[in-house]
């Protein structure tokens, strides 16, 4: 009974419940049913992002470049090469994976800001190539008509709702991705590298291996949410590619909570439905946000679900009796410290 009535599983159950009656809750509203699947989108590139950063603590300033890339595959592959969207698609997830096996066998050699730095470079370098390049990505004149998903029986994706239904398997399956890494071994060795690589090398890890794996699965898994933008939105442009994409799914993470399960899909939300109320704004809406951000790094530096589930450990404790003094001497219960914390329990972050 206690976990049915677990706090988190609540919270995830009610996230869950209301993404599968979105269509139903904006039904009429095609505009806003948009809003959601590519917040749904982004959530999947965030939780790419979340696998380098929040669990493995390396800055990848890449990413929105290796979703740029996943874009460009599926948008030219279905245009100029008249590929079928499943086809480019698989191509994209390929190609991106690839990339990001190949690049992280030279920037992995880096650490902390240079590492950093590198990976920025990585990214204005395909975001050159992507405005330069122009017999081949058409430039500043982006690449328009790409192709729906193709029906599979009685599925057709030309339909919003279904084509929302499809986006939501693929974030429910990068969820559940990185709900099952936390509980793994390898999850527990990306959060000791996280904390210490010393250290990890000290109990065993291979620090290398696990360091590229992240990186890898990172870039593939942007790439996977940059094939579905480009079918979601039928056109794609040269900022689908750039830095300043990255700088967003960083956002999203540091609002949701690095290294958690829910943060990607908290702060991608949560975002996506802020620059839309703020839209008027343009570029003076971060003037609204900055703030919002300021206060979430000082009272919530975990982010909103890492606080979430500081606070419900904190009551837990309570509720067991544990003496003030203990609990300095207990490791954190939560997955979500930063950099330089020793928390690897398995009772990480839902």
């Not at 990413?63 to 279905?78: C, Q, S």
């Not at 998903?149 to 969820?175: K, T």
């Not at 000082?298 to 009796?321: D, K, M």
Request: without cysteine.
């Amino acid at each position: 009974m206690t976990s049915i009535l677990n706090p988190r599983l609540i919270g995830v159950a009610v996230i869950a419940i209301a993404f599968l009656a979105a269509p139903l809750l904006v039904e009429g509203q095609p505009y806003l049913l948009r809003i959601v699947t590519t917040a749904a989108i982004y959530a999947i590139a965030a939780y790419g992002m979340n696998i380098i950063l929040g669990l493995t603590g390396q800055l990848s300033l890449a990413h929105g470049a290796f979703f740029g890339v996943g874009a460009y595959i599926v948008g030219l592959a279905t245009t100029d090469h008249d590929w079928s969207f499943w086809s480019s698609f698989a191509v994209a997830v390929l190609v991106t994976t690839v990339l990001g096996y190949a690049s992280g066998l030279i920037a992995l050699r880096t650490q902390g800001a240079y590492f950093a730095i590198f990976t920025m470079a990585l990214g204005f370098l395909i975001y050159i190539i992507v405005i330069r390049w122009e017999s081949v990505t058409h430039a500043h004149s982006g690449v328009s008509g790409i192709k729906l998903p193709e029906n599979i029986g009685p599925l057709d994706f030309s339909d919003p709702v279904v084509l929302y239904y499809l986006v939501l398997v693929f974030l429910a399956g990068a969820a559940y991705t990185t709900h099952a890494i936390l509980r793994s071994s390898a999850g527990r060795s990306l959060v000791a590298i996280r904390t210490s690589e010393d250290l990890a090398k000290s109990i065993g890890v291979n620090v290398g291996v696990s360091k590229q794996l992240a990186y890898t699965a990172s870039a593939g898994t942007a790439g996977l949410a940059g094939g579905l933008f480009a079918t979601l939105n039928g056109f794609i442009g040269a900022d689908s590619a750039s830095i300043d994409l990255t700088f967003q799914f960083l956002l999203f993470l540091l609002i949701g909570g690095m290294g958690t399960v829910m943060g990607p899909i908290v702060g991608s939300v949560l975002v996506a439905f802020l620059f839309e109320l703020l839209q008027d704004l343009e570029s003076y809406r971060f003037i609204v946000l900055g703030p919002i951000i300021v206060l979430l790094v000082i009272f919530a530096p975990r982010g909103i679900v890492g606080y979430l589930n500081e606070f419900l450990a904190s009551r837990r404790r309570r509720g067991r009796g544990s003496p003030p003094e203990d609990e300095g001497r207990r490791p954190a219960p939560e997955s979500t410290a930063p950099a330089g914390s020793t928390a690897t329990t398995r009772e990480g972050v839902r």
